[in-house]
């Protein structure tokens, strides 16, 4: 009976560590890779409702740039583009391009910034290839990936 508990123990121990590296994970940024309708590569990303009714989240003008110029996205072989804004399911695209978002002094409306949108489903391909990490996902290994078709077999489909 001792043993019994002794391993309860032990596999209740190992669930809840599992169960925190789980959680944890998911708030570390992810590698996030797609492929869109047409080049919106410099325009800037929102994320919509899941009814594509409203905007639910967008950049501060301040968001879009980074220590070397602007955070587009980064172009991969075949059409593909390695995120660097925060894409997902729901993104949508402004007609407001990076540098021109990062010059705005007030930021319009929602109202106005919907009114904005290019396109509401612009996503062809959208694949989560897990947790950025050093050395894990890089756009070498990304591109090699897409080369020998691997990326949908190695990352996450969304879309």
Do not use: W
């Amino acid at each position: 009976m001792r043993k019994l508990g002794v391993v309860l123990l032990l596999c209740g121990l190992a669930g809840a560590s599992s169960f925190a590296q789980t959680a944890g994970s998911r708030a570390l940024p992810h590698v996030i890779v797609y492929k869109t309708k047409a080049n919106y590569n410099n325009l800037v990303p929102v994320t919509l409702s899941k009814d594509k009714k409203t905007i639910v989240s967008y950049p501060a003008p301040s968001d879009v740039t980074n220590g070397s110029g602007y955070a587009t996205p980064v172009a991969l072989h075949g059409g593909y583009l390695l995120d660097r804004r925060g894409v997902g399911g729901n993104t949508a695209f402004l007609k407001l391009t990076y540098e021109d978002y990062s010059k705005l002094k007030d930021l319009p409306s929602q109202a106005d910034m919907y009114k904005m949108i290019v396109d509401k489903s612009p996503m062809k391909e959208l694949c989560d290839c897990g947790v950025r990490a050093e050395g894990k996902n890089s756009e070498k290994q990304l591109n090699y990936m897409i080369d020998k078709k691997q990326l949908k077999k190695k990352c996450k489909q969304i879309k």
